[in-house]
């Protein structure tokens, strides 16, 4: 073999290494991190539902499915608990929002309008981040694969800012 014909072998194992690592960058960079929310992690969704049954279920209901007349006002000028199935909105909501609403309330100004009272009590004296992960993760679990690839990419847009 000359030493033309080595110089050659090693450009192109050089430029294939510079490929490979180029497109694992570009892989890495695009898929991001994981959601702690995980919906495709039965174990966590499992521990999830046991947390939601215990603390959540009570006004969001059992199914998921919300107080009733959830868009309409009570006579407290407060609104009732949303469902967490596909029928509410709680899918609008990236999850470091729904982490947050989750775990400190519905501040005003933060996750809800100036002066707008709520019924959603804070949970960071009751849920340590873990069990309000696996909340999330067993409220996702249950839509369907449209909805949760679209509040999927909106969390992924949220997080690169």
Not at 3 to 10: C, M, V
Not at 63 to 72: F, T, V, Y
Not at 134 to 144: D, E, G, M, Q, T
Not at 148 to 160: F, L, W
Request: overall charge neutral.
């Amino acid at each position: 073999m000359t030493s033309d014909t080595r110089n050659k072998i090693g450009v192109g194992l050089f430029m294939l290494t510079l490929a490979f690592l180029a497109g694992t960058i570009i892989v890495a960079l695009r898929s991001g991190p994981e959601s702690p929310a995980d919906p495709d992690d039965p174990a966590k969704v499992a521990r999830g539902n046991a947390v939601y049954d215990r603390h959540c279920a009570s006004c969001h209901g059992v199914r998921l499915e919300g107080q009733p007349n959830w868009q309409d006002k009570l006579p407290t000028g407060r609104m009732p608990a949303p469902p967490h199935d596909a029928s509410g909105h709680t899918w609008h909501h990236p999850d470091s929002v729904l982490f947050g609403i989750t775990k400190l309330g519905l501040i005003p100004g933060k996750y809800a309008p100036p002066k707008y009272e709520s019924d959603m009590p804070a949970f960071a004296a009751a849920l340590n981040d873990e069990q309000i992960w696996a909340v999330l993760a067993y409220i996702k679990s249950s839509w369907p694969s449209d909805i949760r690839k679209a509040q999927y990419e909106m969390t992924r847009e949220r997080d690169r800012r």
